[in-house]
């Protein structure tokens, strides 16, 4: 009634507050809409009305709890009459901030911006936001309003209301002030770091979207000269970048697409279109990041195969050709005083253009071969292990533990010639070769590793890589092998001999060793080079890292969830991992001289897994701190790995094993038990050998033990024996069912030959049916014939 009595209307502004004093109670909030209302038409001729409604107490802590419902409405209700006038607005935003600031309010922060999480206040505004086309002030305070509330809790809320697309398709608007567009990339950027990333870029990724980003950016590129409209310039195109990489987007339908990918080939390459006629750069810090932004652009959109037709006819694959290239000193540029990159910035635009080069070159490998790109790769490659002073600076992401030198750029080079010959394109592969790039990776391979830094981890990529890309060249192709030659044998001899003691370092030392194995398949047939790889002990060396698989499968077998993958891996001929691990036992046991029969059963109980070696060191007593030949001959071999990798995998529900697997798995299920019986059995035999005789109890014991290891061994070769034989009979089984199919084919061709020979005896159909069963008589004879 006060506030609409006219004798309170010239109210002094000390009087409205000691009035107001009392109805900032959280359980006033009721009357307080209401008052809020009249406030809101006489907010213009007293803006003193504004300021004294905000904030509220309570008067205890149950009143955040009890009159939550209340706030939430009433701060839903404010958005409303937010849209009335701007100086509700503008309170409104006073409150935002307070909201902010523990030491201004009563009530803690955290409820407050809860509660304006759960109110419709971001939903309220951003309808408004179409209204307000002519009232630029009251827009940009809205906008101020909901850049505060995308910091914090309110993006879902935001982007339920399709927040980002309607921020978006208005930052265009008229703009006295400049801040509009300002405010709304603020906006899209808290609702990309702080809501739903794949949300916000499907809603920005619609035509309409990308013809406002479109629009606002080449604003700032024609017209932007601070250093605010840079950034803001370059904030655009990161949020474009962000848009690509979301599937669906309409950066080719709009035509952006097209005229970024114009963009990104200038200043390298000439070109009439208008875009770009009038552009001029002033080659500053934003500059290089605009420019590397559309470099990486050229990555993501790559993706997408309509992206590659533009890329082809913009000439893009040139242009990173151009960028790519050694630094020359230009005396004549100096001179005139023309404007260009300086030495910092052309290395991470080299860097960053052999990024891009690694990513599209093997998707457009015609406009690859055509720019001559091998010949200019192994320029630079030439340039990188030169003997020209450079000091790299290093500042890029790209350009990692490159400073000083040229590291990086060898880095890059030997990844874009690793992504293109991994395509297996003979003609691109014969093109390298005939320049010479087998013997250059060689030299570049050892020259690296001899240098100070062999162990860090750029120097161990760089290794890895070449031997990559020799191991591809060379796999397949005999000429190429000789090339490869005695100094790609020492290569790999040189690396198969450091092993794998530093496979767990963390620094890329297991690809390295990875590898060097592969690169053996340069070496494999080819006679001369075997002769050589032989020569230099190279089988030993291999046969060294052949155990070591199984050592670390052993440790994968800890984790449950390796054994399922080991039990579903097949090679190239379908053979399982247990077969093969069983096949591997064979060949060991078959080198090792161990008796088997001709199915692979134990042919000596007494000595069911002895070796020769075992048997030669019989008659030899080994002093306490020797290893006996029992326990020496476990490091020496397999067998003892193969059987720990069976004991993680278990015995039983074994896949794809035949019956001779089943015979020999019963020696590996026995293997630990039969290796106690050894141990034993050469604790008897030393105490003989060196005169000793154990006591009465232990020699029983002695004798007990041993003579359980040979009734084990018994009790195996009857397994054996009844696997063989239940195999046997299911050969003989599936055998017969085999020629009962064979004779059942030859009935149905005699029955065709008879029933054609009638048929061509008479046209007659009622004589067909009668010859046909006499022709039933001579069946027989046609079976015999």
């Not at 309170?91 to 009563?106: D, F, G, H, S």
């Not at 990309?192 to 619609?206: D, H, I, Y």
């Not at 000439?270 to 050229?298: A, Q, V």
């Not at 260009?340 to 015609?366: N, R, V």
């Amino acid at each position: 009634c006060l506030l609409e009595d006219p004798l309170t209307l010239c109210m002094s502004e000390q009087s409205a507050k000691n009035f107001f004093n009392c109805l900032k109670l959280l359980k006033e909030l009721t009357a307080i809409a209401k008052i809020l209302n009249i406030c809101a038409e006489k907010v213009t001729d007293h803006p003193e009305y504004v300021s004294i409604l905000l904030p509220f107490l309570k008067e205890k802590t149950s009143d955040e709890l009890h009159y939550a419902q209340d706030v939430t409405e009433f701060l839903s209700h404010m958005g409303n009459k937010g849209l009335a006038d701007w100086p509700v607005t503008a309170a409104l935003n006073t409150y935002i901030y307070r909201c902010k600031l523990c030491c201004l309010q009563p009530t803690s922060p955290g409820y407050r911006l809860q509660l304006l999480e759960r109110s419709e206040l971001a939903q309220t505004l951003l309808l408004s936001m179409a209204t307000l086309e002519n009232q630029p002030t009251i827009k940009l305070q809205l906008l101020h309003i909901l850049q505060i509330l995308s910091s914090y809790m309110n993006c879902s809320s935001i982007l339920h209301a399709r927040g980002a697309e309607t921020v978006c398709l208005h930052m265009n608007d008229h703009d006295p002030s400049g801040q509009v567009l300002f405010r709304s990339s603020e906006i899209l950027w808290n609702l990309l770091e702080r809501g739903n990333k794949e949300v916000v870029t499907a809603q920005l990724g619609t035509l309409e979207c990308v013809l406002s980003l479109k629009e606002a950016f080449f604003h700032l590129l024609n017209t932007g000269s601070g250093h605010s409209d840079l950034q803001l310039r370059n904030d655009l195109l990161v949020i474009t970048t962000l848009i690509a990489e979301s599937p669906g987007s309409q950066l080719i339908e709009s035509s952006f697409a097209k005229q970024l990918v114009v963009f990104s080939t200038f200043p390298e390459l000439k070109s009439h279109n208008p875009l770009i006629r009038n552009l001029k750069l002033s080659y500053s810090n934003e500059d290089l990041k605009m420019k590397k932004l559309l470099l990486n652009l050229l990555v993501v959109m790559s993706r997408d195969l309509a992206a590659l037709q533009l890329y082809k006819e913009e000439r893009v694959v040139l242009a990173l050709l151009a960028l790519m290239k050694p630094p020359v000193a230009s005396s004549s540029e100096c001179q005139s005083g023309s404007r260009h990159w300086s030495a910092a910035q052309k290395e991470e635009l080299q860097l960053q253009a052999l990024a891009t080069l690694a990513t599209i070159g093997p998707l457009m490998l015609e406009e690859y071969i055509s720019c001559e790109g091998s010949t200019c790769l192994l320029l630079l490659l030439d340039w990188c292990v030169g003997p020209d002073s450079y000091f790299g600076q290093g500042h890029s992401f790209h350009a990692t533990g490159g400073r000083g030198g040229k590291k990086a750029q060898t880095r890059h080079c030997i990844r874009v010639l690793r992504s293109v010959t991994s395509l297996g394109e003979e003609s691109v592969n014969q093109d390298l070769c005939d320049q010479g790039i087998i013997n250059q990776l060689l030299g570049i391979l050892m020259q690296i590793d001899a240098g100070p830094d062999e162990d860090d981890v750029v120097a161990l990529e760089i290794k890895s890589d070449i031997q990559v890309i020799l191991s591809t060249l060379c796999e397949t192709d005999m000429h190429r092998k000789e090339l490869f030659g005695s100094e790609g044998v020492e290569m790999a001899v040189h690396f198969l001999k450091k092993g794998s003691d530093k496979f767990y370092s963390g620094l890329g030392h297991n690809k390295l060793v990875l590898s060097t194995v592969d690169c053996v398949s340069c070496v494999v047939g080819c006679y001369t080079t075997e002769d050589y790889f032989l020569v230099k002990d190279g089988v030993f060396l291999l046969l060294n890292l052949l155990s070591f698989p199984f050592f670390f499968l052993y440790f994968l077998c800890d984790n449950p969830n390796t054994v399922p993958y080991i039990l579903t891996w097949r090679d190239g001929n379908g053979q399982t991992a247990p077969r093969l691990l069983l096949q591997l036992w064979r060949e060991e046991e078959e080198e090792l001289g161990v008796p088997r029969n001709q199915h692979g059963s134990i042919a000596d109980p007494q000595r069911p897994i002895h070796s020769l070696f075992q048997l030669d060191e019989a008659q030899l007593s080994f002093p306490a701190n020797v290893p006996s030949a029992a326990v020496l001959e476990m490091s020496e071999n397999l067998r003892s790995k193969i059987y720990s990798v069976f004991c993680k995998i278990g015995f039983q529900d074994l896949p794809g094993l035949l019956g001779k697997d089943y015979v020999t798995l019963t020696i590996i299920r026995r293997y630990l038990d039969f290796k106690v019986g050894e141990v034993w059995d050469e604790i008897s035999r030393e105490l003989s050998l060196e005169g000793g005789r154990p006591i009465s109890p232990d020699q029983e014991a002695l004798s007990t033990i041993c003579k359980i290891a040979e009734d084990t061994a018994k009790r195996i070769v009857e397994e054996q024996n009844s696997i063989l034989e239940h195999h046997q009979k299911e050969d003989i089984r599936e055998e017969k069912l085999t020629y009962t199919e064979v004779r059942s084919k030859g009935v149905e061709i005699a029955y065709m030959k008879v029933s054609l020979k009638c048929f061509s005896l008479t046209k007659n159909p009622k004589k067909t049916n009668y010859i046909t069963q006499i022709g039933f008589f001579f069946l027989p004879e046609l079976l015999y014939k």
